[in-house]
T-cell receptor
């Protein structure tokens, strides 16, 4: 079965700074990869997904992620963070079972 | 377009009382349906998923159960709640495509507090 690791539990960045959230997966074949965002007390919203093709995928709210097979990674990036980006971010992988989620990275944004 | 509803939004229940959380999906047919529990700082735990009416897969042994009485209705139940059942419960659906690429769409969640 597949698994996901998000090494960073909590990250704090300044507004306007760049952001990278790390995600590593384990799966024997090419996985389907997702990033979701969750605001406090809300459900999860899909930011972007990778199924095949171009390894750099663009998502909503100015986010992008790059699939690197050699590193088994799918890191999420944003060039300039806004205060409204403060939330919990989840990486997920679909393999031979339903989506498996990482434990999440909480993003705080300071002025 | 598809929408997913959960109710109630919040619930406070005494230990030992029964539970029924409901999830319905509109605008699609034959979806896969999922129940997750989210405890503080512990990510999402898949509890149950269903690929069709009456078909339920349990991922974690516990005092909860799930049922799918209709194609787009998914119910999470318990006969006797425990303190450890407190958490944020999320329902999700996916298109149920063979071969994968099943991105999931989440409902707004139910905050359950067991006292």
């Amino acid at each position: 079965a597949q698994s996901v690791t998000q090494p960073d539990i909590h990250i704090t960045v300044s507004e306007g700074a760049s952001l990278e959230l790390r995600c590593n997966y384990s799966y024997g074949a090419t996985p389907y990869l997702f990033w979701y965002v969750q605001s406090p007390g809300q459900g999860l919203q899909l930011l972007l997904k990778y199924f095949s093709g171009d390894t750099l995928v663009q998502g909503i709210k100015g986010f992008e992620a790059e699939f690197k097979r050699s590193q088994s990674s799918f890191n999420l990036r944003k060039p300039s963070v806004h205060w409204s980006d403060a939330a919990e971010y989840f990486c997920a992988v679909e393999g031979n079972t339903p989506l498996v989620f990482g434990k999440g990275t909480r993003l705080s944004v300071i002025a | 377009s598809q929408t997913i509803h959960q109710w109630p939004a919040t619930l406070v229940q005494p230990v030992g009382s029964p539970l029924s959380l409901e999830c319905t999906v509109e605008g699609t047919s034959n979806p896969n349906l999922y129940w997750y529990r989210q405890a503080a700082g512990r990510g999402l735990q898949l509890l149950f998923y269903s690929v069709g009416i009456g078909q339920i897969s349990s991922e974690v042994p516990q005092n909860l159960s799930a049922s799918r009485p209709q194609d787009r209705q998914f119910i999470l139940s318990s006969k006797k709640l425990l303190l450890s059942d407190s958490g944020f419960y999320l329902c999700a659906w996916s298109p149920g495509l063979a071969g994968g690429q099943n991105e999931q769409f989440f409902g707004p969640g139910t905050r359950l507090t067991v006292l």
